[in-house]
């Protein structure tokens, strides 16, 4: 949020749209879709973000997008973005180089609910590039191991090449005290690892399901075979968290672009608990399972 002098009215006016401006400071090509970029804001202050909230990212000519941190929180003097090329916005944010700048609202949203998690166990399930958002949660939670009890990850991608994170995915799967299942739908090359999709490692899991909490990001397609995988695991209802994507515009509750019956989901989401989606019948649509009330 940046503030101003109205010169014409003399008056204190305060823009929440006015974006601040943030540099570059690495870009890594992950797929040939995805970039990482890491970057600082002008005054190098963090964030302050929680794992699961986004920024509003931007450039002059090209307009604005929602776009999740993937970084966690406990890394203080930079942020992480992946950013896939898929239209206006992304592409030029593709075309940028360390030291340029782009603009940033934010962090927006209502993040993963890393209290409800301390003390239990966490099941961490992505699919496709719902491992950015979600690895800000991970990293998180890999930074502060001893407060969490069993961590469970699985990540479903639909080929090897399209696999994000190749070395945090080493890295964990590296832990002894973390459990990572990497699947893949379609198999090629010489993946020698799981094949199948999310649900595959995640059916065969044995777990206890009241002190288990659950967080999923994915594509829609997705989430309603995850939630009645998780629902057969007799995981409760409410500690099952899913993280939903519209298209934004204010990003920030003030325009009603996102919004999913009473719900904005730019500001009581992106992350929700399952049982505040229960009975809001566009939420539901987007991915509950047919047999849900
Ligand atoms: C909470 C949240 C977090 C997100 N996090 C990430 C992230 O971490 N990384 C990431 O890469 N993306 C993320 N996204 C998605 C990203 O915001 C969108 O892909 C965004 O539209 C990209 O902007 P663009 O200008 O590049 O593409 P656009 O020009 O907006 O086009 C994107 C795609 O949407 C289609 N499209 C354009 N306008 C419309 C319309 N009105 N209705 C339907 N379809 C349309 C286009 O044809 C194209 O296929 C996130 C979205 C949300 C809501
Ligand atoms: S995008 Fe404007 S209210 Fe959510």
């Known amino acids: 949020m940046s503030e101003g002098i109205d010169a014409q009215a003399g008056l204190d006016v305060t823009s929440f749209y006015q974006p601040d401006l943030a540099r570059i400071v690495k870009k890594v090509r992950m797929t040939e879709s995805m970039v990482l970029l890491g970057i600082q804001r002008e005054d190098r202050q963090p964030l302050g973000h929680e794992p699961g909230q986004f920024l509003q990212v931007s450039l002059p000519g090209y307009g604005e997008a929602p776009i999740s941190l993937c970084s ?9 973005l992946c950013v896939q090329a898929v239209g206006n916005l992304s592409m030029a944010v593709h075309d940028l180089r360390p030291g340029d700048f782009m603009g940033v609202r934010g962090p927006y949203g209502n993040g993963f609910p890393v209290a409800d998690m301390q003390g239990h166990d966490v099941l961490l399930v992505a699919g496709g590039i719902g491992i950015a958002p979600l690895k800000s949660l991970i ?10 009890e069993r961590v469970i990850i699985i990540y479903g991608a639909r080929t090897p090449s399209d696999l994000l994170f190749r070395d945090e995915l080493d890295r964990w799967q590296a832990m002894t005290n973390v459990e990572t299942f990497i699947t893949i739908d379609s198999p090629t090359g010489d993946w020698d690892g799981l094949t199948g999709v999310a649900t595959v490692p995640l059916r065969a899991l044995a777990i206890e399901p009241a002190n288990t909490v659950a967080a999923v990001v994915g594509p829609p397609a ?3 075979f995850v939630a009645f995988e998780l629902f057969e695991k007799q995981i409760p209802h409410e500690n099952i968290f899913f993280s939903l994507e519209r298209r934004f515009k204010c990003g920030m509750g003030k325009c009603g672009h996102c919004q999913l019956n009473d719900l904005y989901v730019c500001q009581d989401g992106p992350v929700f608990r399952y049982t505040d989606l229960v009975g809001r019948s566009e939420a539901m649509e987007v991915w509950a399972p ?4």
């Open 222 to 224: 997705m989430y309603r």
């Open 139 to 148: 990293d998180y939670i890999l930074h502060r191991r001893g407060e969490f």
């Open 72 to 80: 966690s929180p406990t890394q203080l003097d930079s942020f992480e």
């Open 290 to 293: 047919e047999d849900e009330d």
